[in-house]
Antibody, heavy 120, light 109 residues
Framework: QLQLQESGPGLVKPSETLSLTCTVS??????????WDWIRQPPGKGLEWIGGISYKGDTYYNPSLKSRVTISADTSKNQVSLTLRSVTAADTAVYYCARDYDSSSLFDPWGQGTLVTVSS | QSALTQPRSVSGSPGQSVTISCTGTSSDIGGYNYVSWYQQHPGKAPKVMIY???KRPSGVPDRFSGSKSAYTASLTISGLQAEDGADYYC?????????FGGGTKLTVL
């Protein structure tokens, strides 16, 4: 059974860099046909797709965040990472990782999410 | 890019049917048959209920159905049950990226 687990600091200072890791178990991030995505949800608000990386290593970003985001993969550790630079309070959110399928709108499964607060 | 437009809230009594709409543009919903719907209970991760407009993952009751017409996608829940009360989000492909709706709170009366 595929499982995703987000990890990283729960508190980041304004203007600094947010770094999170999604550890995938029960399957390989290089399995053909899958993409690995980051999605966030500010407290009390809706979902926002941040970006993703394909099994081949191609990356895709939300145009509104593209200038501040980098998504990468460490195949030796079966992990996908998110880096978000120059954070502000508006970046405070629960951050989820999820798998999506090539040529499909299916995001499944999702990790449990991790809350990141941006505050001094 | 703007979020897809959903009603803030809908409600229905047990046993009734409700429909949640999700309106986009020709660049997202109108351009692709890649629309999915997610159910989210408080404090939990979203769960996929419908994908690719009208496909239901295994384990999702057939009370949940999806459709699309032009720039609007819809999620219909028939035979409402108390546990259906949750937030629902639509999601569409928009050509190299994904966009979500603002979410709809479903209250089962």
């Amino acid at each position: 059974q595929l499982q995703l687990q987000e990890s990283g600091p729960g508190l980041v200072k304004p203007s600094e860099t947010l770094s999170l890791t999604c550890t995938v178990s029960g399957g390989s991030i290089t399995s053909s046909g899958y993409h690995w995505d980051w999605i966030r949800q500010p407290p009390g608000k809706g979902l926002e797709w941040i970006g993703g990386i394909s099994y081949k290593g191609d990356t895709y970003y939300n145009p509104s965040l593209k200038s501040r985001v980098t998504i990468s993969a460490d195949t030796s550790k079966n992990q996908v990472s998110l880096t978000l630079r120059s954070v502000t309070a508006a970046d405070t959110a629960v951050y989820y990782c999820a798998r999506d399928y090539d040529s499909s709108s299916l995001f499944d499964p999702w990790g449990q999410g991790t809350l990141v607060t941006v505050s001094s | 890019q703007s979020a897809l437009t959903q009603p803030r809230s809908v409600s229905g009594s047990p046993g009734q049917s409700v429909t949640i709409s999700c309106t986009g543009t020709s660049s997202d919903i109108g351009g692709y048959n890649y629309v999915s719907w997610y159910q989210q209970h408080p404090g939990k991760a979203p769960k996929v209920m419908i994908y690719d407009v009208n496909k239901r993952p295994s384990g999702v009751p057939d009370r949940f159905s999806g459709s699309k017409s032009a720039y609007t996608a819809s999620l219909t829940i028939s035979g409402l049950q108390a546990e259906d009360g949750a937030d629902y989000y639509c999601c569409s492909y928009a050509g190299s990226f994904w966009v979500f709706g603002g979410g709809t709170k479903l209250t089962v009366l």
